[in-house]
């Protein structure tokens, strides 16, 4: 059921993003299923799941209807969420990282790792990459110990695409998605690398280049388009 919720959560957030669901158009259940090819209840998971993201909209009880989404409204509110999280990171780091915060990282670094090691992503090692990542982000916050950051980003999260669980996949393209969650991931390792080290604003920094990095998700959306050449450098570079 995880990687059937996780999938159809992917496509659906991908097929809004893309417009392939136009804004306005109302959403329920039997059909998604029938288009994704799942059950019924990945997709009644999935469609709270999306609107507490900011992309779906309450239509009636139990129906959902897309919202209309503006890319600056998203780049403006993956930008507030990197400079909240690089905050607490930079806090958790002058407060003094506790060894079980540190550890708490690491242990996702390796769970991370472990994605990697075969060189190529399958479906399944989303569903793994994607809680690891909620975990990683989950630690950081939380050993910022700063309730107004706590708060601002759960306002944040319920905006279009804002929250760190927003992370998706193109299932139709693994390789190129196994580069990009790769170098997502080489980023945690050089912020945790920078906790521990004892750089404080070295790991902000960090924290809100990793979240700016979201802001090429739009484009990978749009499967019919290249990845923008830029795009294709970054990824490029060793860890």
């Not at 804004?23 to 299923?33: F, H, K, S």
């Not at 930008?79 to 915060?101: F, Q, Y």
């Not at 916050?141 to 309730?147: D, P």
């Not at 980003?153 to 992370?167: E, M, Q």
């Amino acid at each position: 059921m995880g990687q059937q919720f996780q999938r159809a959560l992917a496509s659906l957030r991908r097929m809004i993003v893309s417009g392939e669901l136009a804004p306005g158009e109302r959403l329920t259940e039997i059909p998604l299923a029938d288009l994704l090819g799942v059950s019924r209840m990945p997709i009644r998971m999935a469609l709270p799941a999306l609107e507490q993201e900011g992309l779906l909209e309450r239509a009636g009880k139990r129906g959902y209807r897309v919202r209309q989404i503006k890319a600056e409204d998203i780049a403006d509110a993956i930008e507030v969420r990197g400079t909240l999280e690089g905050l607490a990171a930079r806090l958790m780091v002058e407060k003094g990282i506790s060894d079980k915060t540190l550890e708490g990282l690491k242990a996702c670094l390796r769970q991370g790792d472990a994605v990697f090691t075969d060189g190529q992503l399958r479906e399944g090692d989303f569903t793994a990459y994607h809680a690891m990542n909620m975990r990683f982000h989950g630690i950081i916050v939380a050993a910022g110990a700063n309730s107004a950051i706590t708060v601002a980003l759960a306002r944040n999260d319920a905006l279009p695409l804002a929250s760190a669980n927003s992370i998706t996949i193109d299932q139709s393209h693994l390789a190129q998605e196994f580069k990009r969650l790769h170098f997502a991931h080489m980023q945690h390792h050089l912020i945790v690398e920078a906790a521990e080290s004892g750089q404080g604003s070295r790991a902000e920094g960090l924290m809100r280049e990793h979240a700016n990095a979201a802001l090429k998700y739009t484009d990978l959306f749009k499967q019919d388009s290249p990845l923008p050449d830029n795009y294709r450098v970054i990824i490029g570079r060793p860890g």
